[in-house]
Structures are given as structure tokens and as C-alpha cells.
């Protein structure tokens, strides 16, 4: 499916490359070709005119390349039309007037200005049919863009504060993950987070109430208010979890300093980083990074709108040093999608631009979102091979 995907893009460039409308539209669809059971629409869309307007052999590769998403918040998908759907559908006021005017209130200076934003969005999800809505809508969206396999985030404590149980959210989630898999063939598993802003106390009560639900969850992470909120704080509950068999991540150096990320690893135990920008900042840090493995989940998208790169020339530096200078494990993710402007596709999309890469260094980010995840080395090894022969089909038509 992918080759034929491949195939559609480079005719879909070649055909439209010379259209007055393609850097106003900022998306354009492409077919991809039939299976035996059905066919599959990719959606590819820019972040801006200059990602819609470059698309060329390297874009076309992005767009059919397998991909996996270690580092989405479900939360963070829940785009504004279907808020205001929702709150309309419960019977609660509009949190906007329009989708427009939730778009244009989507302005950040800090990561704390975007969360006030989220959290109140999150209020207009209650019930389980809600919540089912809501992973639908991203599956479908990510099965657009070749995503193969994810690693979901969700945060139960936000709506466990509004009197929302896990009975509730829970049910809804998985019952879109098996529909995902049956209708789109996507494999998703489930990290529940803990809210840092909130004590270890009630995120230990959390891991308490999801006991019941332990088959369903693949490991736990920690989000939000990263300021002085250092990792070390959560060292009971993760040893808890660990206990569990759980998986263990966190987000580190988004905001705080590098030496949240050593936290991370040393107090937590963590196996995979989240965002962890900060930790170019020590020498010490990137080797150890480097020598263990240890996976970090890149949100340029997000980085830009929070500011963490306050213009794009810092982010294609902190960026390149990343991805060009170093052998870290890291891939490209989309984090809020929904506030941020852009999915998975839009990142790579986004990244590819500004650091020039070359097809080649695509498929080495691809490969490293499976390498990074907790899949088995069988199955990371399937998808590996899947991107080869994706390569292998691009190198056939760009020597045609």
C-alpha cells in the first residue's frame, strides 16, 4: 500500500506542482491505490505556504513512508469544532463562539498559557461516546498520514477532577482503538499520564483506580506544568508502576532544565524521554543518552508555538544538532495537534523544510519512532522493513 501511495504522491506533485492555488490551499488530497478490502485516502497538508507549496520527491516519500507516534495527547486532539459539537451535544455553553475564535484564541506565550486553554477545552468531554469520538476522529486522521502505530497519551486526572470515571473515559477510548484496528489496521496502545502539577498523592490514587483496567495500559508518563516541578517528586508512583509492569516515560526538558532529564532516568527510571530539548545543554547527558538508546520524542510544531524556539532559525539549529549532529534516538511527533497547527505529517513536513533533509534522513527519523517504541524487536524489525522497501520504491521512480 505504501509504493502505491508513493507512486499517487509523485504523480499528484507532478500534475499539480504548477497551480497558482497550491500554496493558498494548504492541503491537498491524494488516492492511493485499492487494496483487496478497501482504499485510503492521504491527506497531505502544510503547516504554512511554504510547507504546502514544497512538495517534490522528498515530500512525496514523508507522505508514504510508515510512521509511528510515540509522543500525542488525546486531549490535545480534540479540535474546535468538535468542542463546540460536544459542548452541544451536553447541553454546556459553547466555550467559543466559533471555531475561528477558538483558532484565534490558540495564542501562547508559555507552555502554562496553552494548558489553561486545555484544560478548559477538556471540559466538554463527559461521556463515554464522547471520548470514543474523540480517538476516532485522530485515528482516522493519523491512518491518513501512514501512521502505523501509537503510543497514546491521555490524562485521567482531568477528568477525574470533573467527576468523570474511568468507567466512563476508559471504555470510550478502547472501544475506538479496536474499532481502529479492525477498520484502518492501526495498533494503538495507551500511557496513562500523570498530571505534575498536582502531588504524587493523587497521582498514586489515580494508578489506584486504573488497577482495574491494567490490561489496557501499556505504561504511564508525566505531562503538564514542567516549572519547578522536577521529575523527582513522582518517584514513589512510578516505582509503583514499574511494579506493575508498566512502561515508564516522562516529559523532561521541555521547560525545565537538563537536569530534570537526569531525573528522569535516574529517579523515575524512565525508558523514553519526552521532548527532552534541554538536555543538548550537557555533554554528560547527550552520551548517555546516546549510549542507552534512550528514545526522545521531538515536538517541533509544539516548540514553536510555545516558544521554547522563539523563530524558526533556532529550531533549525537546536533541531539540526539533534537530528544531523548527533546519534540520539529521536523521531518527530505532533504533541496537541489540535492547538498547535499541525499533525504528524505537518512535523515532518515542517522539519524537512527547514533543515533540508534528504530522503535518507526521513527514513532514519521514520525508523526511529518504531525503534523507540515498545513494540517487540519482531515487530519493530516488520516495520523497518516496510520504510526499506518504500526507499527502495523511491529510489525506482525518482531514477525514472
Known amino acids: ?25 494548504h492541503e491537498v488530497n491524494v488516492r492511493a491505490c485499492s487494496s483487496t ?20 520527491p522528498v515530500q512525496a516519500f514523508i507522505a508514504a513512508v510508515p510512521k509511528a507516534e510515540l509522543h500525542i495527547h488525546l486531549e490535545g486532539t480534540l479540535e474546535p469544532e468538535m468542542m463546540l459539537e460536544l459542548a452541544a451535544r451536553n447541553g454546556l455553553p459553547p466555550p467559543y ?17 496553552f494548558l489553561d486553554l486545555y484544560y478548559n477545552g477538556c471540559a466538554v ?19 491518513s498520514e501512514n501512521v502505523k502505530h501509537i503510543e497514546l497519551f491521555f490524562d ?43 502531588s504524587e498523592e493523587s497521582a498514586i490514587e489515580t494508578l489506584n483506580q486504573a488497577k482495574p483496567f491494567r490490561e489496557h495500559l501499556l505504561g504511564v508518563g508525566l505531562d503538564s506544568s514542567e516549572a519547578n516541578r522536577p521529575p523527582s517528586l513522582f518517584k514513589r508512583v512510578y516505582g509503583m508502576a514499574k511494579a506493575l509492569g508498566l512502561r515508564l516515560v516522562a516529559h523532561a526538558g521541555e521547560e525545565g532544565p537538563a537536569e530534570y532529564v537526569w531525573e528522569a532516568i535516574k529517579d523515575l527510571g524512565v525508558e523514553r524521554v519526552d521532548h527532552g530539548i534541554r538536555s543538548l545543554e550537557d555533554t554528560a547527558l547527550v552520551t548517555h543518552l546516546e549510549e542507552q538508546r534512550i528514545g526522545i520524542t ?33 523521531m518527530l511527533n505532533s504533541d496537541d495537534p489540535a492547538y498547535f ?46 520504510i526499506d522497501q518504500v526507499f527502495s520504491e523511491y529510489i525506482k521512480l525518482v531514477s525514472k
Open 1 to 25: 500500500m505504501s509504493q502505491c501511495v508513493l507512486a499517487a504522491a509523485f504523480a499528484s506533485n507532478h500534475s499539480s506542482k504548477n497551480k497558482a492555488d497550491d500554496t493558498n490551499e
Open 37 to 56: 478490502q478497501h482504499s485510503h485516502a492521504l491527506v497531505e497538508r502544510g503547516t504554512n505556504s511554504k510547507d504546502a507549496a514544497n512538495r517534490g
Open 97 to 113: 463562539l466559533s471555531a475561528e475564535a477558538a483558532r484565534q484564541a490558540y495564542q501562547f506565550k508559555d507552555l502554562q498559557s
Open 125 to 143: 468531554l463527559l461521556t463515554s461516546q464522547d471520548f470514543y469520538d474523540l480517538a476516532w476522529a485522530y485515528f482516522e486522521r493519523a491512518a
Open 156 to 198: 485521567p486526572q482531568t477528568h477525574l477532577e470533573r467527576n468523570v470515571p474511568f468507567s466512563t473515559f476508559l471504555p470510550g477510548i478502547l472501544d475506538a482503538v479496536t474499532t481502529a484496528k479492525e477498520k484502518l489496521g492501526l495498533n494503538v496502545r495507551l500511557i496513562m499520564c500523570f498530571l505534575r502539577h498536582m
Open 298 to 330: 521531538l515536538c517541533p510544531l509544539s516548540n514553536m508555538r510555545l516558544k521554547v524556539f522563539p523563530d524558526e532559525a533556532t529550531a533549525a539549529r537546536i533541531l539540526g544538532k539533534f537530528i544531523l549532529e548527533t546519534k540520539l534516538l529521536v
Open 341 to 386: 497547527g499541525g499533525y504528524l505529517m505537518d512535523n515532518y513536513l515542517f522539519v524537512q523544510r527547514i533543515l533540508s533533509l534528504k530522503v535518507e534522513q526521513v527514513a532514519r527519523l521514520a525508523k526511529n519512532s518504531f525503534s523507540a517504541s515498545f513494540l517487540s524487536d519482531e515487530e519493530r524489525q516488520h516495520y523497518h522493513h516496510k
